[in-house]
């Protein structure tokens, strides 16, 4: 049967080819030096490489870069740190949220047991609740309290006092007058007591309300006076000389008609200009307003004041009066920059 020859697929031609070189190398005249000479040489035939490839099939590919063992001591290995730490983070979280959800589990079941019985016997009782508790069995009031939840000793203790009600119950009556009696008397003194806080509370209000009254007429009668002055001093002859001292010069603050000796440039100040002035209590509109404060500045302008009436005023007290008239005029001009 004549030898089938089939075609050649790329990769085994590639392996051919490889065998090729490989006995091409083996047969080389370095490599048959060392064969002994006493070996007959024969010519190449090329049905070898096909025979070989039938006998042994194709060769292996050659070892290359990619071929290398991943090995941890090699220079190729490289691990991902970044994501082993990951992995063992998740792993320890996930682990302590199981733990914490067997935890809740535990104390919600622990909570549950404890409080399919809320009932606390007497005996168990310490400090504030016991204290309570005597405080309601002596005042009777045991009587409230649910036998379902009591223990022998309680149950015991709430006969008895049942017992004792019914045979007792005159003097149990007695005692419950001298109760409510009592009751009636705090209640009472509870009573006055706030009702005497209301009363004293009026009269707060009525006392500020009087103070502030006599407040307001201490103002409009300084004003009037004011006006009164300024009157006289106009209609004055201009001929009276060293007749006039800082507390004869009606300036428009409230102190100058309360103690007019103990008065200062200090007390002219643009509070006290404004209140005396512009008062709160007295409602004007912005127009008001302004011709108020434009007939004040009129009245206590440097050079008409200078000329009209610093003659009269006696020339110790002349430098001081001045002053105040400059400290009238500060003031003035920052009232009226405020209105505009």
Do not use: C
């Not at 590639?14 to 190398?25: I, T, V």
């Not at 991902?80 to 979280?93: C, K, P, V």
């Not at 168990?124 to 309290?145: M, V």
């Amino acid at each position: 049967m004549p030898k089938l020859n089939l075609k050649r697929t790329p990769q085994e031609e590639a392996d051919r080819q490889q065998s090729k070189k490989r006995r091409r190398r083996e047969k080389s005249p370095k490599a048959s030096g060392s064969r002994s000479t006493d070996e007959p040489s024969r010519k190449w035939d090329s049905s070898d490489d096909s025979d070989a490839d039938d006998v042994y099939g194709p060769a292996p590919p050659e070892a290359g870069p990619s071929s290398r063992p991943l090995h941890p001591e090699s220079n190729a290995y490289k691990p991902d740190l970044d994501s082993i730490r990951a992995e063992l983070e998740e792993a320890r979280f996930r682990e302590k949220m199981a733990d914490a959800f067997a935890d809740d589990d535990r104390l919600d079941s622990v909570e549950a047991r404890m409080n399919e019985y809320s009932h606390v016997p007497d005996r168990w009782k310490t400090g504030r609740s016991r204290a309570a508790y005597d405080h309601a069995t002596a005042a009777d009031d045991i009587f409230k309290l649910d036998p379902q939840y009591m223990d022998e000793e309680e149950y015991a203790e709430w006969i008895r006092a049942g017992m004792y009600r019914k045979t007792h119950a005159q003097e149990y009556e007695q005692e419950r007058q001298k109760k409510a009696a009592r009751a009636a008397k705090r209640a009472q003194e509870k009573a006055l007591k706030a009702e005497t806080a209301r009363l004293a509370q009026i009269a707060e209000a009525e006392r500020k309300r009087k103070k502030l009254e006599k407040a307001i007429r201490r103002a409009e009668y300084a004003r009037q006076e004011y006006h009164t002055r300024w009157k006289i001093l106009l209609a004055a002859p201009s001929d009276q000389s060293d007749s006039l001292g800082f507390a004869d010069i009606p300036w428009p603050v409230l102190a100058a008609y309360r103690e007019r000796d103990a008065l200062s440039v200090d007390d002219l100040t643009v509070d006290a200009i404004a209140a005396f002035i512009i008062p709160s209590s007295i409602e004007m509109d912005k127009n008001h307003r302004k011709e108020k404060l434009r007939e004040t500045f009129l009245r206590f302008h440097p050079d008409k004041f200078e000329g009209r009436f610093m003659a009269r005023v006696r020339e110790k007290e002349q430098e001081r009066v001045r002053e105040g008239i400059g400290a009238i005029v500060r003031a003035l001009n920052a009232l009226m920059t405020e209105d505009k």
